[in-house]
């Protein structure tokens, strides 16, 4: 119950985060601060995104989007190796986070089949994604980066300034490499008969958080990509 409260809360409340964020960005700057003004319109512009999505072309160019994003990003047939990637954590997260919130049984049968399937495609194509791009996000590769022009960042209200871009992919990327290795690791060992109930019982719930905080490195991601 604990889990599935937090994980609920801490999901949205990022999310409501990077969207507040992205509504301050198209305000003028003197504009940008925490007020209830600011928060009501934020509320209406929310409203009517979330409305809009309902309607079967802005998933489509959604997706056209994410599809462009990939190949712009990843060359020849490595754009494959992050399309696959990303079908396989969409699998996890959602049918993860779904049995986590609505089921009290928990994952089980058919879906957990194939949850531990698409587990271990991810785990490969995650390690060929940290062999291909993980040198873009080292810190002399990032201060770089950051010296040269770049759309909007990440703003923070309360410093009210806004980090660069570059930033806030490298941290999500890191996060979401961190967390893919915990989650496999709590996953192997989760499955090795070296462990005895205790040990069983701290796998699962390593698992469970590093999911969840593996969305939100992905939420982070997601939101990066947008100019």
Known sequence: MFFGMASFVLIIAISLRITFGRYLNHLPEEKRRISLENFKSYLRWIAGWKISFLK??????????FAGWGKKNYSGWTVWVFYLMSLCYVYLALSG??????????L????????????????ITLTVILFLKARHY????????????????????????????????????????LTGFLLAASTLG?????????AQILFFNLHRWSAVFSVV?????????VE
């Not at 022009?149 to 979401?176: D, H, T, V």
């Open 97 to 106: 986070m779904f049995f986590a919130w609505f089921v009290p049984r928990g």
């Open 138 to 177: 080292l810190p002399e590769r990032l201060r770089t980066s950051a010296a040269g022009p770049s759309g909007p960042g990440f703003w923070c209200p309360l410093l009210k300034k806004s980090f660069p871009r570059i930033y806030i992919q490298a941290a999500a990327f890191w996060l979401f490499a």
């Open 190 to 198: 989760s499955m090795l008969p070296y462990f005895n109930y205790p």
């Open 217 to 225: 490195s992905a939420i982070l991601g997601l939101d990066s990509m």
């Open 108 to 123: 089980f049968g058919f879906p957990l089949l194939l949850h531990v399937a698409a587990g271990a495609l991810f785990a």
């Open 56 to 65: 079967l072309n802005r998933w489509d160019r959604a997706i056209d989007y």
